[in-house]
């Protein structure tokens, strides 16, 4: 008798996938150094999507990946990249990032707007060609979309690389993360204006004040209950942060992010708290990884598309660092650390993606504009890695056991 598979098995045969081919390729390849186990599964979604596989194999892409799949698989995705990233919120010390407000302000201001103007300018030159801006999009949307896509930073994929390079916890990586948290919240906000939103504009602003008043009442449950209830009521928070965010239109990323910062690091048990980071790295991410390629169709389009790519990676990275270093000017760094942390900001891959999906999905870019867009986002976030390693030994800042003499990344 012919067994019929069902969604159950169909959903394990995916889980299968996602987690054995970037895995398998990661290490029997050693890609470690230019291409992170992370890097190694969003290339592995995009591949596996409807883009590549897709195309290839359509019959075996749609039955494996089929909607049902897809809506499990997103699921686990969301809710996994939320406990990752308020993790991260409430790693930031908060007391530290409002009294060193001006630095964050500037740094944060500079990094996101010198490659914003960097990536216009690319955008501009792109609309005097046949092909880029979608039947959706007005000029100034297609040249700002764009242009932001250039100075976005993926804060889930930055607290990844720092934890690798071992720089969360320190002064260093607090800095870090706090310019790229106040970029993270501002692009959200220009995507709101670039897609001429104004009640989400309007629900953004409800959603802060509110977020605001709860943030009173959280705090002081926080404080008076005992200490194995704060970990339920954190993800209880968790869950309204981000459905209020999100139906703000600034993003659950965002909420799970505001989610974190608003607690105090010593409410938990340090070890505790770094077990639950590692598992949920280990057993949940891989899925969002993958799964936000596999929600990617592209097209290569021509060598038109690559000469594009090559122009805004050129644009992004050049941005970002100039930025960067006029920041590290002003505000007097000592001599390396405004190139260490330009290469750490200018990472973006997931949430460019993301990002250049909506965009897309507007009919303000067309594929070949997301096409380019995702090959300079995945060269950008391979580019990390090599270019910090040496900075971090360098400067001395690294700690023990993150780089090898060679100035390798060690592996796991």
Same mark, same amino acid.
């Given at each position: ?8 098995e169909?959903?394990l ?5 996602i ?10 390849l ?40 897809i ?7 969301w809710?996994?990249v ?13 007391r ?24 216009a ?23 700002v ?6 100075a ?37 906000? #220009?995507? *709101?204006?670039? $897609? ?5 504009? %309007? ?5 802060? +004040? =509110?977020?605001? &008043? ?8 926080m ?28 993003h ?8 974190g ?45 690559? #000469?594009? *790519?090559?122009? $805004?990676?050129?644009a992004s990275?050049? %941005? ?5 270093? +006029? =920041?590290?000017? &002003? ?6 650390e ?31 504009t997301?096409?380019?867009l ?15 390693a ?23």
């Amino acid at each position: 008798m012919q067994h019929a598979i069902t969604t159950t098995e169909l959903f394990l045969i995916a889980m299968a996938v996602i987690f054995a081919v970037p895995y398998l390729v990661w290490r029997l390849l050693r890609t470690d150094y230019w291409a992170p186990l992370v890097v190694v599964q969003i290339i592995a979604g995009i591949l596996l999507g409807p883009g590549v596989l897709g195309r290839a194999m359509p019959e075996l892409h749609a039955t494996v990946f089929n909607p049902d799949v897809i809506t499990a698989l997103n699921g686990l995705a969301w809710w996994a990249v939320m406990l990752f990233v308020m993790i991260a919120g409430i790693e930031l010390d908060v007391r530290q990032a409002w009294a060193n407000r001006r630095e964050t302000g500037v740094t944060a201001g500079l990094a996101l707007g010198v490659p914003l103007l960097a990536g216009a300018a690319v955008a501009l030159g792109m609309l005097g060609f046949v092909g880029w801006i979608g039947t959706g999009g007005r000029p100034w949307q297609f040249v700002v979309g764009v242009g932001m896509a250039c100075a976005v930073t993926a804060l889930p994929i930055l607290i990844l690389l720092m934890e690798k390079l071992q720089l969360l916890r320190s002064h260093l990586g607090q800095r870090i993360l706090r310019y790229a948290s106040l970029d993270d919240i501002a692009i959200w906000g #220009v995507l *709101a204006l670039v $897609l001429m939103d104004w009640e989400r504009i %309007g629900r953004q602003v409800a959603f802060l +004040l =509110a977020f605001a &008043l709860a943030c009173v009442a959280f705090r002081r449950l926080m404080r008076a209950i005992p200490a194995r209830d704060r970990w339920f009521t954190m993800l209880i928070w968790l869950a309204v942060c981000g459905l209020g965010a999100d139906w703000a239109g600034l993003h659950y990323m965002v909420g799970a992010f505001l989610a974190g910062v608003v607690m105090d690091g010593e409410w938990f048990e340090r070890e505790t708290l770094d077990l639950l980071r590692h598992h949920v790295l280990l057993v949940m991410m891989p899925v969002f990884f993958l799964s936000t390629g596999l929600r990617t169709s592209w097209e290569v389009g021509g060598a038109a598309v690559f #000469v594009a *790519a090559g122009a $805004l990676l050129v644009a992004s990275v050049a %941005g970002k660092l100039a930025g960067v270093h +006029l =920041a590290g000017r &002003l505000l007097r760094w000592p001599p390396g650390e405004a190139s260490m942390i330009g290469w750490l900001l200018q990472t973006k891959a997931l949430i460019m993606i993301i990002f250049a999906n909506i965009l897309v999905d507007k009919a303000i870019i067309t594929s070949a504009t997301f096409t380019a867009l995702l090959l300079m986002a995945v060269a950008s976030t391979m580019l990390t890695i090599p270019m910090v390693a040496p900075k971090l030994r360098s400067l001395g800042t690294v700690a023990s056991g993150a780089a090898d003499p060679a100035g390798r990344v060690r592996q796991p």
